[in-house]
């Protein structure tokens, strides 16, 4: 390793980091042929398919992977010329690029540039009918861009699981500097109507109601692909169908709840915030005790301001990223808020959830009351302007106030229990759709549970037509379209998480949809 750097500070994750959208430090494992190719290979890298040059990758070499649907740091792909031909003026060789096209020989300056357009954006792509999904980056190239990443040993941040399985070192940054981030398509700005309605809603002041630490947001859905390491033969999973529709979290949990203040109370806060303002500033004030400070100033005004609020349970609903009623205007009620289908499921769960449960879905469907879906073409059975809401996540808070993670099949019972109970639910509910419940190893039973089982148990889901629905049209729903994947967890896991597995059919269409610029409403507001 070069100069005296730590080996953690080379190789890093910022803030902003995403695991589904990240380079890794990985090793080639085993190079399948590819019908009618001879110098193509088929490489799982990291789980995914990726399409190579044999005479470029050899199986055990350690390389960087790029991820699907991310975006490279344009000095890296200009210095080491990746820009396709129709970029070439973005690569450092474009000079003698340009030189070639003039001198009409264009076949000899396409061998000099890559496949990026001017996005940088590392996208599938299918060669001789194979997927290949990811790019992978050689050490060589990284120290061209990087002369401090000159001679380092990938091999070093590679750990292993106790089977001899190799655990990718996942990373977004180089030495301090951007390497690769999420790819970001344009999303055009709303066509929102502005009015004085408007104008005055946001001149009312807002009441903050949420208490740290009470209300938690979705965890992030990790790919099956990079954590297959995480799911032993033993294990106890959970697998069921992945909807593609729009998230929503209902909660009742702990809020504050406003106190009505006459104009005399509000007037006399409003002393006590200046007063409060003035100390933290100078420090004093015209009348201290010899024994007084700063804190125990401060802590004597805040305990004179007259009550704002008091604390108790109360509905919290939100989007995947978005608290949709985390601000009110005192004396305003639930109305004040637009109508959507957040606050409609709210309105209808909310009555069933006990002190500390927060229930974690899917809504699919169509917009309520709309010809518009929540996601292009996946009705999943619903009449138009319907929609239902899936619950597959459920917490609930314990008498010594942690907090218990249920497993899928407790959520799927408390669902079928509570439309049971209220028939006139089925209409807007519907219980998660199980695929398979068991041990890992029982799935498979012919596969060999010592020799590469996570690599060729991966690959038989990915091609499951029968019992997961891989790669075929959604038997959930009335339109022709894929289906998304699947999800699976481990009962019982002390970490909550769930691992999704796409399927390529979805991934493509996916990707066809962003190039078109069509941006769904959940992918708008988690990249704004």
């Not at 106790?162 to 055009?188: L, Y």
């Not at 009015?195 to 809603?201: A, E, L, S």
């Not at 305990?303 to 205007?329: C, F, M, P, Q, W």
């Amino acid at each position: 390793m070069s100069g005296t750097k730590e080996k953690t500070q080379i190789f890093s994750k910022s803030e902003n980091f995403k695991e589904e959208y990240c380079a890794a430090i990985v090793k080639v494992g085993r190079l399948a042929d590819i019908d009618g190719a001879d110098n193509l290979k088929q490489a799982t890298i990291d789980g995914f398919s990726v399409v190579v040059n044999k005479n470029d990758i050899k199986e055990g070499d350690v390389v960087i992977y790029c991820k699907n649907e991310t975006q490279l740091n344009p000095k890296f792909l200009s210095i080491n010329n990746m820009y396709e031909i129709g970029e070439y003026q973005l690569n450092s060789n474009h000079k003698e690029i340009e030189r070639l096209i003039n001198e009409d020989k264009k076949d000899e300056a396409k061998k000099m540039v890559g496949y990026f357009n001017k996005n940088g954006r590392v996208k599938m792509i299918r060669l001789r009918g194979c997927p290949s999904i990811g790019v992978l980056i050689k050490p060589e190239s990284l120290a061209v861009w990087d002369k401090e990443c000159k001679g380092i040993s990938l091999e070093e941040w590679l750990t292993y699981t106790e089977e001899g399985d190799c655990i990718p070192f996942d990373f977004d940054t180089v030495n301090g500097k951007e390497f690769i981030k999420v790819f970001v398509p344009h999303i055009p700005e709303p066509n929102v109507r502005k009015n004085r309605c408007d104008k005055r809603n946001r001149q009312l002041k807002k009441f903050d109601r949420m208490i740290p630490g009470e209300f938690s947001s979705h965890y992030d859905t990790s790919q099956l692909e990079s954590n297959m390491w995480k799911i032993k033969p033993e294990d106890i999973i959970t697998v069921d169908v992945k909807i593609h529709g729009t998230s929503s979290i209902n909660a009742n949990v702990l809020v504050k709840k406003p106190v009505p203040m006459d104009s005399g109370k509000k007037w006399w806060n409003r002393k006590i915030v200046r007063k409060i303002k003035s100390v933290s500033k100078n420090g004093q004030t015209k009348r201290m005790r010899h024994d007084d400070n700063t804190d125990s100033i401060l802590k004597r005004l805040e305990s004179k301001k007259a009550k704002e609020y008091t604390i108790g349970y109360g509905d919290v609903y939100s989007s995947r990223t978005v608290i949709k009623n985390r601000l009110i205007n005192p004396g305003q009620t639930r109305g004040y808020y637009d109508e959507d289908v957040w606050s409609k499921y709210d309105e209808i769960i909310y009555p069933f959830l006990e002190r500390g449960m927060t229930v974690y879905g899917e809504i699919f469907g169509y917009q309520t009351g709309s010809q518009k879906m929540i996601q292009k073409m996946y009705d999943y059975g619903c009449q138009e302007g319907e929609n239902r809401l899936m619950p597959y996540r459920i917490t609930s808070k314990t008498e010594d106030g942690k907090t218990k993670e249920w497993d899928v099949l407790e959520v799927r019972e408390w669902t079928e229990k509570l439309i049971k109970k209220h028939e006139w639910l089925k209409d807007f509910i519907s219980p998660i759709t199980i695929l398979y419940h068991g041990k890992a190893s029982d799935v498979y039973p012919d596969l060999d549970t010592g020799t590469h089982w996570r690599e060729n148990f991966l690959q038989r889901l990915k091609d499951d037509k029968d019992l997961f629905g891989m790669e075929v049209d959604e038997p959930l729903c009335k339109n022709k379209v894929p289906r998304e994947g699947i999800c699976i967890r481990i009962d019982g896991d002390p970490i909550a998480e769930c691992f999704k597995l796409k399927t390529n059919a979805f991934r493509m269409r996916e990707q066809k949809l962003i190039d078109k610029g069509e941006v769904d409403s959940e992918m708008a507001e988690t990249y704004a």
